[in-house]
């Protein structure tokens, strides 16, 4: 049999510890690896396949439009991505979209698109304010945007005109607010950066600075948005319409796509602003089509919404029966469980052995981001086992 893992040593760039588990197989919310061991799965592909593992209905869109039209360019209309874009604006409060492949292009191009609207309307302003332990992507610019002080320091000096204040603080994004300021960029809840919850008029008071100041308010919806938190966009639950929107992660259901999407008011690129090679491409465009269709006539939000708070309940139990536990945290299905020492790599490892794959979140914290469509009784076997795996911890 071949050694998966001596490849990877010897031929991979060796940016990432591994779990020691080769996956090669998934199906709902189950993936099994090369010796046969069935896992459940709360990582999703870091809260990417929504519809869980090869959903027949991704699965088909993805093999119809691979056998009729794979890659055109941006050059030509092509049927998947316009279809796509319809059915983007008119389930969002947006008007217009450009469709590209990854979270980070999304940024990219959202943060283009606001220092684009700086240069036309507010005299070239061009500074983007985010937030601490924020995560937006890993292009320069984008390392530069997170706030996150160990990802600057390997990649320094950085692009400029990204300034990063203290989250879940309007004072301080007004504070730093000048004449070169062109958006303020959030995510509505900071999900990399420690499934941060901020306070629930937090975002309704950036949104009406936003809007005293002229300025754009970008929301960085790769993680929260397509049902995560449990409606359709994070910005729903909040109150607020952003002017611009990145979304990525759960869109295609598994394959790599994401969307830049923005009010009339705020999609000011003129021709030649903005391409890609790969953008709109009929495959991943049909996927997703067919991926986010399905989520809306499903109401596949509001099954991450119930079973989330299911999830939290049986949390909030274990909370209470091991105080080693501090606090459960998060929305919909993006939730956290913090413990009050640096348990969480012993933790990971120990569900992995009992067949349960979960994300560590931070030295002291684990994530849960499963696929939204998960049961109750899916929800329960997870817990069983990290109650297995906790009270091994609390024997110690
Ligand atoms: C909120 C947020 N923005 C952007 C990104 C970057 O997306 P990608 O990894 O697709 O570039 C991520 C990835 O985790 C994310 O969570």
Redesign the pocket.
Known sequence: MTDWQELDKKYFMQTIVRHPLTLVRGEGVRVWDDKGKEYLDCVGG??VNCLGHCHPVVVDAMAEQARTLMQTSLWYYTVPMLRLAELLVENSCMDRVFICN????A?EGAIKLARRYGSLKLNGAYEVITTNSS????SLALTAASGQEKMHAPFEPLPVGFINVENNDIEAIKAVTTEKTCAVML?PLQ??GGVNVADDDFLKKVRAWCDEKGIMLIL?E???GIGRLGALFGYQLYGVEPDIM?L??GLGGGIPI?AVLAKEKAAVFTLGDHNATFGGNPVTSATAYATLKYVIENDIPGNARKVGQYLVSGLESLKNKYSFITEVRGRGLLLAVEFDKEIAESVVMKCLENGLLINKLKTNAIRFIPPLIITNSEVDEALDILDKVLSGVADK
């Open positions: 870091l809260a990854s979270g980070l292009e940024n995560f937006h992507g890993r995510e999900a990399e960085d790769v993680q929260t990145s990525a992660k994401g």
